[in-house]
């Protein structure tokens, strides 16, 4: 049964051009061809680069953000109650103020002392902004050093320049090590990125992101099978060349450099928006579907391959509106805002009698002679930027 399921996984038809056989990519000669068998692995290797993540975090990256002035603001826990914390993890985190009415009846509460309660619940589930600041960190690390190691194998490539030299001689093209073990570095990443998810900080686009990491890990894992690395380098390379952009502004933005992180935002967005928008579906997505095809017949491979970098584009779409959102905040406040994707600190006041009070509540904590400061300006700006990771290839 398994046999007969892997032979026809194998059929050369799903994966090579008309008139190719796997034959033709055997080792000989002192030449090496890329082999499906080669990616296995990175299933180690993924779970070295958690172990690897949850160092760097330790050990680098909060020390870091100590030193670069993050602060995690104070939270007050809200009162163990069965009934509210019933309601909330089966109904909803935000009810309704006539169901909010009902539970301050049950519970014997003033409907002001529910909504609190509501709002410190709503807090705790939030992660703290050094947890923030490592998460960026680490990916800032890795897309910058992605980035810098794919220019430096590619720079020489003739490919690079020209894409349509992807295909010459394709599928019999070599396999050179540097660029192994940079796809292998890829695959490896992603599937890492898959195995903590649970745990990363969660956001509205949550769906998009894990679509964009199984369409990512397909994408790698296809193409190597398929001897299509030069394509998939410049895919990867396309997309790190705008990563490790957002990620260091965010890690500004949550040490409080409100104006560097607002002039890298902007940087990153054009980058994003020539990269993604203009080079890869003018680019990439061009010679995918008509030079792949100048010397060959489409094949099941072609129609794959193409569907899941047209997957991709629409993510770019999709986040690139995400991206002129924030834009706007910039235009019309002045200032970067929060990321339209996450989920501010919410005070422990309503916003009433914020408003009401002025000066006396600021960020949830009273004001006054004696009272405990608030971090500031650096705690405010700290939710300019995007919270959140943009995801890419």
């Known amino acids: 049964m398994l ?32 082999h499906p068998r080669h990616m296995l692995a990175a299933l180690p290797l993924a779970l070295v680069l958690v172990a690897v993540r949850l160092t760097f975090e330790r050990f680098v990256a909060l020390p870091l953000s100590r030193w670069m002035g993050v602060r995690d603001q104070i939270r007050r826990h809200a009162n163990p109650n069965a009934t509210l914390e019933k309601y909330f993890l089966r109904t909803g985190r935000r009810p309704t103020e006539t169901q909010m009415a009902l539970l301050a009846a049950q519970c014997g509460l003033t409907l002001r002392q529910t909504q609190c309660w509501f709002r410190r619940r709503r807090n705790q589930e939030r992660p703290r902004l050094s947890k923030k600041f490592c998460e960026a960190s680490w990916k800032f690390v890795y897309y910058l050093c992605s980035f810098t190691g794919g220019i430096s194998i590619l720079y020489h490539a003739s490919w690079m320049w020209n894409e349509k030299k992807c295909w010459e001689n394709h599928p019999n093209q070599t396999l050179q090590p540097e660029l192994y073990w940079w796809y292998l570095l890829e695959l490896s990443f992603y599937i ?80 994003f928006f020539y990269t993604r928008l203009i080079i890869f579906p003018t680019k990439i997505l061009y010679t995918t579907l008509f030079d792949s095809v100048e010397n060959s017949s489409p094949f099941f491979g072609y129609y794959f391959f193409n569907t899941l970098l047209i997957m991709l584009q629409m993510l770019h779409v999709y986040w690139f509106c995400l991206i002129l959102r924030m834009i706007y905040n910039v235009l019309r406040k002045g200032q970067l805002g929060k990321d339209v994707r996450s989920d501010e600190e919410e005070s422990d006041y309503s916003d009433d009698e914020v408003a009401r009070k002025g000066p006396q509540l600021k960020n949830g904590v009273t004001q006054g002679p004696g009272a405990i400061p608030s971090n500031g300006p650096r705690s405010r700006a700290a939710g300019r930027l995007a919270n959140g990771h943009i995801p890419t290839t």
């Open 3 to 34: 046999s007969s399921l892997m032979e026809w996984l194998w059929q050369e038809r799903l994966w090579l051009p008309p008139n190719n056989t796997w034959a033709q990519l055997e080792d000989r000669d002192g030449l090496v061809f890329a």
């Open 192 to 271: 890492s990125l898959l195995i903590t998810l649970p745990f990363d900080i969660k956001r509205k686009d949550f769906k998009e992101q894990v679509i964009h990491h199984f369409v990512t890990i397909t994408l790698i894992s296809f193409s190597y099978c398929s001897n299509l690395l030069r394509i998939g380098t410049l895919v990867l390379l396309l997309h790190n060349s705008a990563d490790y952009l957002l990620e260091v502004g965010k890690m500004l933005s949550y040490a409080g450099f409100g104006s560097a992180c607002t002039a890298l935002f902007f940087v990153f967005s054009s980058v």
